[in-house]
């Protein structure tokens, strides 16, 4: 008996042994003093998991005492593993850092505020130096391929011999959206037609696009939205990336990076030469790809006299000639039946200059400059256009940031002077000097919900005044959801450089009549909703964009006896539409869904019809592999049917592209197949009509270069930040 009741007391006391060794435990995530709502939290030990609720908080119960191995992740957050001893505490608490290269973190320049995107009311896409120098591998010649694939954006090609394109977001004219670099308006008007064309990005560290009317902070031309290329800065580390690529297209590029800097002064030293051997993969005898030279350059100089002031000083320039056409002419002189070619040559010198002080903790006074000069000769057979354009920029700026609201105040002055050469028949000279005054303001009105508002006034002697208000207003919470509407009027003053013109080389197109003509004007608004979260390893997040422009006197090019003549619209254009974007990460991968439904009409035509070229229906899908050593990506892209301006409509075409990297501590390697499916409009119509000594060239609708192979060779001597 004495045996049975010690058996039994040894049973007890070995089950209480076993539950002193299990423990309750709670573990708080934050960040920045908010708590994480939906952080994922797994103990690898006991494996077990759960997900922080309201307060950021999760309770764990029955765990095994001893070192606990805890992983916790949230999308847009680095990932943390840490190790815990139990049961030395019972309560935890930890501290997530932001992921830098997540879209929610990120500092944006065309906000002019040092606030991250998941704090602006205005809706700022964001494309970082990683996608950058994906896209730079697929095209290192021009930053085309970047804005190509990004949901709502269409590259409008508007010559098959010289391949000029412009940029058309949300279905309207390229003219109605305002490139910058580093806030400078240094790509309109006259360059406009081959700006995108002439850009690389290999030195750029980032992309910002805001779809809609951004005219309050950056003035006339931002009706469709604005492109702000964001260039490199230096860092004590030195940097130096060469990069070579050759395609199968008989294309040679060439592009050299370098910067630095010390406790005074820093550098960046970029250089970049192209040339492509005219390409006719048709063998229609016209060409699909000009022959082109192009060389480029851009150094800046920064200087630091202190902490809070910095001032830096930048040039670009940029020569480029291109003769696109007849394939025989290029090769072997113009013969009786080989007479066509189209010929550039382009010539661009800019300069940026830009003054920066921190007036206290939450001030900064900021003075800018920049001058461009452009100069294109274009030449096709019995008719030749050139001029010089010569355009100004200065602003000056305060900036004030307290704990819940930043403000900015300003003016600038912007001046354009085209000087067409005097041989011209038609002389169509240009001088326009437009003056702004604007204030823009964020205001966080509780954790919640945050209000911007902006005001400018510009006013040209000619044109006339422009009031432009603009507000948006965001809502987030701590549950991964935000939305933000917004809205603001627009405006562009006339000028002859429009896709109509450049389509006809601008032959028998008379001058802008300042007495008859009005400015465009629009007003627009936009609406999206923002959700992110994670379903176990995997990373979800979504937007979904709904807006609408309208664009009032818009400048229409009509016919007018023997010759063009620009003339108002008597009624509005008026685009309306959505986007979709979704995104999906685990561990290595990511997988990208778009979608863009574009509904534009004309509505001083009878009908209101769509405009031609601007497709209803576009969708895209992006796979990537990423680690240290290998990146692969894998591209589809839908564009679906569009109308021709002779309401005939084109047939629908995807486009497939396959990425191949693989990166070393000196650099990397890589191969890229673009529409490796060689999908291109002559499969589908004819580029070009009889006759061939006189061509006709039809409206371009899809690619027309076809399936593209490139290799190329990426080398960092200091080291590939990448590995």
Known sequence: MNKFIMSIMLILLSCLGVKAQKSDIQIQVVSENEAVIGANIYLESDKKSAVTDAEGKA????????????????????????????????????????????????????????????????????????????????????????????????????????????????????????????????????????????????????????????????????????????????????????????????????????????????????????????????????????????????????????????????????????????????????????????????????????????????????????????????????????????????????????????WILGANAYSVNFDEADEATLQRDQKELTYGLFANSIFDISKNWILETGLRTDYNPDWGFFPLPRISLLYKNENGFSSRIGGGLGYKIPDIFTEEAESIHFENILGIDKDNLKAERSYGANYDLNFQTRLGEIGFSANQLFYVTAIKNALLLNSSNTNFKFENAAEIILSKGAETNIKFNYKDFKWFLNYAFIDTRLHYLAGNPQKPLTPRHNTGSVIMYENESWRMGFETYYTGKQLLSNATKTRDYTTMGFLLMRNFKWGSIFGNFENFTDRRQSRFSPLVLPTHDNPGFPEIYAPTDGFIFSLGIIIKPFGNKEH
């Open 59 to 406: 309770h764990f119960s029955n765990i095994s005492n001893g070192k606990q191995t805890i992983i916790i992740t949230f999308l847009g957050f680095e990932t943390l593993k840490k190790t815990i001893q139990i049961p030395s505490q019972t309560v935890f608490v930890f501290h997530l850092e932001p992921n830098e290269n997540e879209l929610e973190e990120v500092v944006l320049q065309t906000s002019r505020t040092s606030r991250t995107v998941k704090k602006i009311p205005t809706r700022i896409e964001f494309i970082d130096g990683e996608e950058l120098e994906e896209k730079a591998t697929m095209n290192p010649t021009n930053i085309s391929m970047v804005l190509r694939e990004s949901t709502g954006i269409q590259m409008q090609q508007t010559s098959l011999s010289s391949g000029n394109s412009n940029i058309k977001i949300q279905g309207l004219d390229g003219r109605y959206t305002q490139l910058l670099r580093d806030g400078f308006p240094l790509y309109s008007g006259f360059s406009s037609g081959l700006s995108i064309m002439q850009i690389p990005p290999l030195d750029l560290k980032q992309f910002e696009i805001i779809k809609g009317s951004s005219s309050t902070l950056y003035g006339g031309g931002a009706i469709a939205g604005l492109v702000n290329m964001v260039s490199k800065t230096p860092d004590e580390d030195a940097d130096l990336d060469i990069m070579l690529t050759q395609t199968h297209a008989l294309g040679s590029t060439a592009n050299v990076f370098y910067s630095k800097r010390n406790e005074k002064f820093g550098t960046t030293l970029y250089g970049s030469a192209h040339y492509q051997k005219a390409y006719d993969p048709e063998d229609d005898d016209f060409s699909n790809l000009p022959q082109t030279k192009s060389i480029s350059f851009n150094p800046k100089f920064f200087y630091y006299p202190s902490e809070k002031t910095t001032f830096w000083l930048g040039v670009n320039g940029t020569y480029d000639d291109r003769i696109g056409g007849d394939m025989t002419k290029i090769k072997h002189g113009q013969t009786a039946m080989h007479q066509y070619t189209e010929d550039n040559v382009s010539k661009r010198l800019s300069t940026q200059a830009v003054y920066k002080t921190q007036l206290d903790s939450i001030s900064n006074f900021n003075i800018k400059n920049s001058i461009s000069y452009f100069d294109r000769t274009l030449k096709v057979p019995d008719f030749s256009f050139s001029g010089k354009q010569i355009n100004s920029f200065t602003e000056v700026s305060y900036e004030r940031a307290a704990a819940k609201t930043d």
